[in-house]
C-alpha cells in the first residue's frame, strides 16, 4: 500500500462547481498535511497546510480525518484557472511523502 | 517567489557521464531537499541538507550524491548517469511557517534526459 493515495482523476467539471478530492495516508502517527498544486511542466506550489481542525483560505477548504487517515480538499466555484493537478502530501519530520497527484480540468 | 533557482533548466547526456545539477537559494535557509518526479511515483526524496555539510539519504538515493558547501548552495551528482535517471529533478528548501511545521518551497526543476 502506497503511503499517500489519491485518485488520479482526471476530474472534469464546469466553471462553477464545486469539486472534492480525497487523499488517504498510511502512517496513523502522521501529524501534518499539506495540499500542493501544479501546474504542467511546472514546480508544485504550496496551496494550504492541513491542520487538525481545519483550514479554509477562499474557496479552498482543507480537513483531516485522523480516524479515517484521510485528508479531503474542497474547491467552491470552480475557476478555469484551477485547472491543475492537486498533490496531497505527508510531512514526516521534514521529508514530504507524496501522493501520485489528482488532475482537475475545469471546463467553460 | 521563495528566491530558488536551478541550473541547468534542462540537459541531455549520455549513459555513463557524470552530471551535477545546481541548487541556490537567495534566503540562507538551513534545510535544502533534492526531488525527482517520474510518471507514476509522484515526486519523491534523493537527499536533504541540514545544514553545511550536513546531508542524509532519502527514499531513492542511490546512484545520486550530494554536497552543501555554502548555505546558499544544494549540488546534486550523478556519477554516472544512467536511463533510469531520466527524470525531472526539483530542489526545494524549509521555510519556518511561524507555526507548528514548516513549509516547502520548490525550484523551477531542471529536466534530464540520459540517452
Known amino acids: 500500500r502506497k503511503e499517500v493515495e489519491q485518485d488520479p482523476g482526471p476530474f472534469n467539471v464546469p466553471e462553477g462547481a464545486t469539486v472534492a478530492f480525497n487523499c488517504t495516508y498510511s502512517?496513523?502517527?502522521?501529524?501534518?498535511f499539506f495540499w500542493y498544486r501544479q501546474d504542467c511542466r511546472k514546480e508544485p506550489k504550496l496551496l494550504m497546510s492541513?491542520?487538525?481542525s481545519g483550514n479554509e483560505d477562499g474557496r479552498f477548504t482543507a480537513q483531516l480525518n485522523r480516524a479515517s487517515q484521510y485528508i479531503s480538499l474542497l474547491i467552491r466555484d470552480s475557476k478555469l484557472s484551477d485547472s491543475a493537478t492537486y498533490l496531497c502530501v505527508n510531512n514526516q519530520g521534514g521529508k514530504l511523502i507524496f501522493g501520485q497527484g489528482t488532475e482537475l480540468s475545469v471546463k467553460p | 517567489d521563495a528566491g530558488i533557482t536551478q541550473s541547468p533548466r534542462h540537459k541531455v547526456t549520455e549513459t555513463g557521464t557524470p552530471v551535477t545539477l545546481r541548487c541556490h537559494q537567495t534566503?540562507?535557509?538551513?534545510?535544502m531537499y533534492w526531488y525527482r518526479q517520474d510518471p507514476g511515483h509522484g515526486l519523491r526524496l534523493i537527499h536533504y541538507s541540514y545544514g553545511v555539510k550536513d546531508t542524509d539519504k532519502g527514499e531513492v538515493s542511490d546512484g545520486y550524491s550530494v554536497s552543501r558547501s555554502k548555505t546558499e548552495d544544494f549540488l546534486l551528482t550523478l556519477e554516472s548517469a544512467t536511463s533510469s535517471q531520466t527524470s525531472v529533478y526539483f530542489c526545494?528548501?524549509?521555510?519556518?511557517?511561524?507555526?507548528?511545521?514548516?513549509?516547502?518551497?520548490f525550484g523551477p526543476g531542471t529536466r534530464l534526459t540520459v540517452l
Open positions: 492541513v491542520y487538525s
Open positions: 502512517n496513523s502517527a502522521s501529524q501534518s
Open positions: 526545494a528548501i524549509s521555510v519556518p511557517s511561524g507555526r507548528a511545521v514548516d513549509e516547502q518551497f
Open positions: 534566503e540562507n535557509h538551513r534545510y
